[in-house]
């Protein structure tokens, strides 16, 4: 089992920049590909973008290219969602989910093919005001 706790939402101004955070405990957690997901209102969750098992790689849905960006700290247990020039339509609950040796590319298309990873968060909800 592997627990994952978001935090770091808050409300933020639109151009601003927030980090999310993703504590993991449990089983070892650099064995694990950790992916970020978000859910609009009355829209299906979609996928932001994941971090390889291996921390060599990340993948990026297009709408955040360039703006987001993932890291892992195994030391911490711990991965992180950067986010930049955020943008009123970046408002949702963030979620972090984890897959066992997943690469990063691996999980954006599993989760596009309905695959559903094994442990996820709660959420944080992110709030950009225009």
């Known amino acids: 089992q592997v627990q994952l706790v978001e935090s770091g939402g808050r409300l933020v101004q639109a151009g601003g920049s927030l980090r999310l955070s993703c504590a993991a405990s449990g089983r070892t957690f650099s064995s694990y590909g950790m992916g970020w997901f978000r859910q609009a209102p009355g829209k299906e969750r979609e996928f932001v973008g994941a971090?390889?098992?291996?921390?060599?790689?990340?993948y990026y849905a297009d709408s955040v290219k360039g703006r987001f960006t993932i890291s892992r700290d195994n030391a911490k247990n711990t991965a992180y969602l950067q986010m930049n020039s955020l943008k009123p339509e970046d408002t949702a609950v963030y979620y972090c989910?984890?897959?066992?040796?997943?690469?990063?590319?691996?999980?954006?298309?599993?989760?596009?093919?309905?695959?559903?990873?094994?442990?996820w968060g709660k959420g944080t909800l992110v709030t950009v005001s225009s």
């Open positions: 971090i390889s098992w291996s921390g060599s790689g990340t």
């Open positions: 989910a984890a897959e066992e040796r997943t690469s990063a590319q691996a999980m954006g298309v599993m989760y596009a093919r309905g695959y559903v990873m094994d442990y």
